[in-house]
């Protein structure tokens, strides 16, 4: 087999390259523009062109040596041109996919800067403080009561008794019939002849909650009512209450006030004979105007700092029965990462960060009665007597009458504000003078059973010697363990990273030492090209 032959130096082939490699030498020095005169620089375009072949160059480096996902394809010269731009369109696709994947997730870390998750249902209930327990009887005004001032109190002439059962009534406050300012006036005059206010006549007309509680029992020990119950001015008139402490001060007699613990309650058990008994007696014969159609009690449990109204778990007891309130709690706490965040970010409060103008403690709840109370004063120029004061305000007197029913709506609005429809309640986004709900809070979800009271159960038994009551309430925690909610920011600056990072890894393969490359291929290879350059 022949091979043909090539020539390993040719001799003419070399003297034709060095007399065109010496015709562009002496072009060079007879240009006045050449680009190797030290006296003139070079051109901007041919500048910028040197500058593209080197970022060019160096990017075709990085492309070949990197470790993200696709690279090194668009760049490969043993692929078709074609392969290779459709690599490039793939990792173009990848990178606006993952700037959009991280723009996402940074907005919804910026719009639910927080988050609550439970922590444990196992949280022990003793760590939970028992709930305020607040009763209020069915009937507003005692029978016994009105009968005595409808003999004693003076009428002008020409009125008969009739003006003063219906003056009787007003202490009620009906919510949906306005009174005429005609009846108002007479009203008024006949508490002025007999000296009285609106509010002197509420408080002698409503009966003492505190003889309604014969027998209590506290974690298995008979204890005194009156050094377990206070009384307390709810929107349901006067009550009775346990565990309470959202007031600046109590209402306990002076003799065993120093007996009254300093902060709530608490159980070590489960199981009524651990909780709250009680024995109520409802004294229907004393019944003289209720808006309800039979007889018993109102059960409001609620936290121990919260004002009791319309927010609370509330029961019905009723004559006759003996009823088991099972109390299954549930705690929320806020870690310190939330109390060091922005109040704009975290939108809510602690119990100590704003104080209250007649409550101990801030709470939502107690915000908003606050509120409503701040509307009220604004809308009548005072205060309704079964609204909790605490000497600050002028109390409303009979001619202001019509005013408190309009007032009376606005604790029954979940805005405080009989103008807003539904639609406008779900889509708010503040509530009004400002109240952010509670950073830290503990609910009470409560279930009753009732069964029909056996009066013989009582006849031995020294502990309800009282045995003319007719109802047995039991108030108890449920079970040992509870549920624990713990509130924590949505994203820190680890989370964050974590979280950036595993959208980068998983599409593009993208990492810390990824994103040093790239510099590097950009600013320390060049200088150490440049100092090697010999």
Same mark, same amino acid.
């Given at each position: 087999?022949?091979?043909?032959?090539?020539r390993?130096?040719d001799l003419?082939?070399?003297?034709?390259?060095?007399?065109?490699?010496?015709?562009?030498?002496?072009?060079?020095?007879?240009d006045?523009?050449?680009?190797?005169?030290p006296?003139?620089?070079?051109?901007?375009?041919r500048?910028?062109?040197?500058i593209?072949a080197?970022?060019?160059?160096n990017?075709?480096?990085?492309c070949?040596t990197?470790?993200?996902?696709?690279f090194s394809?668009?760049?490969r010269?043993?692929?078709?041109?074609?392969?290779?731009?459709?690599?490039?369109?793939?990792v173009?696709?990848a990178?606006?996919?993952?700037?959009?994947?991280?723009v996402?997730?940074?907005y919804?870390?910026?719009?639910?800067?927080t988050?609550?998750?439970?922590?444990s249902s196992?949280?022990p209930t003793?760590?939970?403080p028992?709930?305020?327990?607040?009763?209020?009887?069915?009937?507003?005004?005692?029978k016994?009561?009105?009968?005595?001032?409808?003999?004693?109190?003076?009428l002008p002439?020409?009125?008969?008794k009739?003006?003063?059962?219906n003056?009787?009534?007003l202490?009620?406050?009906?919510?949906?019939?306005?009174?005429?300012?005609?009846?108002?006036q007479?009203?008024d005059?006949i508490l002025?002849?007999?000296?009285? &206010?609106l509010t002197?006549?509420?408080?002698q007309l409503?009966p003492d909650?505190?003889?309604?509680?014969?027998?209590?029992i506290?974690?298995?020990?008979?204890?005194?009512?009156?050094?377990?119950?206070?009384?307390?001015d709810t929107?349901?008139?006067?009550?009775?209450?346990?565990?309470?402490f959202g007031?600046?001060?109590?209402?306990f007699?002076?003799?065993?006030?120093?007996?009254v613990p300093k902060?709530?309650y608490?159980? &070590?058990g489960?199981?009524?004979?651990?909780g709250l008994?009680?024995?109520l007696?409802?004294?229907?014969?004393?019944?003289y105007? &209720?808006f309800f159609s039979?007889?018993g009690?109102?059960?409001?449990?609620?936290?121990?700092?919260?004002f009791?109204d319309?927010n609370s778990?509330?029961?019905?007891v009723?004559s006759?029965?003996?009823s088991?309130?099972r109390?299954n709690?549930?705690?929320?706490?806020a &870690?310190?990462?939330?109390r060091?965040?922005?109040l704009?970010?975290r939108?809510?409060?602690?119990?100590?960060?704003?104080?209250?103008h007649?409550?101990?403690r801030?709470?939502?709840?107690?915000?908003?009665?606050?509120?409503?109370?701040?509307?009220?004063?604004d809308?009548c120029?005072?205060l309704?007597p079964?609204v909790y004061?605490n000497n600050?305000?002028?109390v409303c007197?009979?001619?202001?009458?019509?005013?408190?029913?309009?007032?009376?709506?606005?604790?029954?609005?979940?805005l405080a504000n009989?103008n807003?429809?539904?639609s406008?309640v779900?889509?708010?986004?503040?509530?009004?003078?400002g109240?952010?709900?509670?950073c830290?809070?503990?609910?009470?979800?409560s279930e009753s059973?009732?069964g029909?009271?056996?009066m013989s159960?009582?006849?031995?038994?020294?502990?309800?010697s009282n045995a003319?009551d007719?109802?047995?309430?039991?108030v108890?925690?449920s079970?040992?363990?509870?549920?624990?909610?713990?509130?924590d920011?949505f994203?820190?600056?680890?989370s964050a990273?974590?979280?950036?990072g595993?959208?980068?890894?998983?599409?593009?393969g993208f990492?810390?030492v990824?994103?040093?490359e790239?510099?590097?291929?950009?600013?320390?290879?060049?200088?150490?090209?440049y100092?090697?350059?010999?």
């Amino acid at each position: 087999m022949a091979f043909k032959k090539r020539r390993i130096f040719d001799l003419r082939q070399v003297q034709a390259q060095q007399l065109a490699t010496t015709a562009s030498s002496s072009h060079r020095r007879s240009d006045p523009n050449t680009e190797h005169h030290p006296l003139h620089p070079l051109k901007p375009d041919r500048h910028f062109r040197r500058i593209g072949a080197w970022f060019s160059e160096n990017m075709r480096n990085y492309c070949q040596t990197t470790s993200l996902h696709g690279f090194s394809y668009i760049t490969r010269q043993d692929i078709s041109r074609r392969e290779r731009f459709f690599w490039l369109v793939v990792v173009i696709l990848a990178i606006i996919t993952s700037i959009v994947l991280v723009v996402v997730s940074w907005y919804w870390s910026q719009e639910t800067p927080t988050v609550t998750v439970i922590e444990s249902s196992h949280f022990p209930t003793w760590n939970i403080p028992f709930p305020a327990v607040t009763i209020c009887n069915f009937n507003k005004i005692s029978k016994t009561k009105a009968l005595t001032l409808l003999e004693q109190m003076q009428l002008p002439a020409g009125m008969n008794k009739s003006e003063l059962h219906n003056l009787f009534n007003l202490t009620l406050l009906p919510v949906d019939n306005l009174i005429s300012n005609s009846s108002l006036q007479i009203y008024d005059r006949i508490l002025a002849l007999n000296n009285l &206010t609106l509010t002197g006549l509420t408080q002698q007309l409503s009966p003492d909650c505190i003889d309604m509680i014969s027998n209590c029992i506290w974690k298995g020990i008979n204890t005194r009512c009156d050094s377990l119950f206070q009384r307390i001015d709810t929107m349901e008139g006067q009550c009775c209450t346990f565990n309470y402490f959202g007031g600046i001060t109590n209402n306990f007699p002076e003799k065993i006030a120093y007996q009254v613990p300093k902060r709530p309650y608490r159980v &070590t058990g489960c199981g009524y004979p651990t909780g709250l008994s009680v024995l109520l007696n409802p004294m229907v014969s004393d019944y003289y105007g &209720t808006f309800f159609s039979g007889y018993g009690f109102r059960l409001l449990l609620h936290d121990a700092y919260n004002f009791p109204d319309e927010n609370s778990e509330t029961k019905v007891v009723t004559s006759t029965r003996e009823s088991f309130v099972r109390i299954n709690p549930e705690s929320t706490y806020a &870690t310190s990462d939330i109390r060091r965040m922005d109040l704009s970010l975290r939108n809510c409060l602690f119990g100590s960060e704003r104080s209250m103008h007649g409550l101990r403690r801030y709470s939502f709840i107690n915000c908003m009665f606050e509120c409503r109370v701040k509307m009220t004063v604004d809308l009548c120029g005072c205060l309704p007597p079964y609204v909790y004061n605490n000497n600050s305000f002028k109390v409303c007197g009979v001619l202001e009458t019509n005013c408190m029913i309009h007032s009376k709506r606005l604790f029954s609005h979940a805005l405080a504000n009989l103008n807003f429809s539904l639609s406008v309640v779900r889509e708010t986004d503040s509530f009004p003078c400002g109240c952010l709900p509670d950073c830290q809070s503990n609910h009470y979800v409560s279930e009753s059973t009732m069964g029909r009271l056996d009066m013989s159960y009582f006849t031995n038994r020294p502990t309800y010697s009282n045995a003319t009551d007719r109802i047995l309430l039991h108030v108890f925690f449920s079970d040992l363990m509870s549920t624990r909610y713990r509130t924590d920011i949505f994203q820190n600056w680890l989370s964050a990273l974590a979280s950036f990072g595993g959208l980068l890894g998983l599409i593009m393969g993208f990492s810390i030492v990824t994103a040093f490359e790239f510099l590097y291929f950009l600013t320390f290879r060049p200088i150490f090209n440049y100092i090697n350059r010999d």
